[in-house]
Nanobody
Framework: QEQLAESGGGLVQAGGSLRLSCAAS????????MGWFRQAPGKEREFVAA????????AYADSVKGRATISRDNAKNAVYLQMSSLKPEDTAVYYC????????????????????WGQGTQVTVSS
């Protein structure tokens, strides 16, 4: 069974940095576009960043552009999200997802384009 497992969340002070990791098991997602989404309490899940299968194309939400970098290591079946200059409004549960887009240049930004989801990792940014 395909599984995605996020790690790397935690409590960090505003202005700090962290790196989230997503490890896939049960299947290889090396040819799938991958994405990160987040959901804050009382809010809908929102797009954060996406990367196409080869890593050559990336997309970012305006709210994190310039502060986030998505990357992947297909040999390790893993995806990463490096975030810096964190703000209290970045507080949310962060989810890794694997897209339906396979072997394309597309780095999708819509939730409906993703078929597999992890359980999420909590990120809390204190002011």
């Amino acid at each position: 069974q395909e599984q995605l497992a996020e790690s790397g969340g935690g409590l960090v002070q505003a202005g700090g940095s962290l790196r989230l990791s997503c490890a896939a098991s049960g299947a290889t997602f090396s040819n799938h576009a991958m994405g990160w989404f987040r959901q804050a309490p009382g809010k809908e899940r929102e797009f954060v960043a996406a990367i196409n299968w080869s890593g050559g194309f990336r997309a970012y939400a305006d709210s994190v552009k310039g502060r986030a970098t998505i990357s992947r290591d297909n040999a390790k079946n893993a995806v990463y999200l490096q975030m810096s200059s964190l703000k209290p409004e970045d507080t949310a549960v962060y989810y890794c997802a694997a897209s339906r887009f396979v072997s394309t240049i597309v780095a999708p930004t819509s939730l409906r384009d993703y078929a597999y989801w992890g359980q999420g990792t909590q990120v809390t940014v204190s002011s």
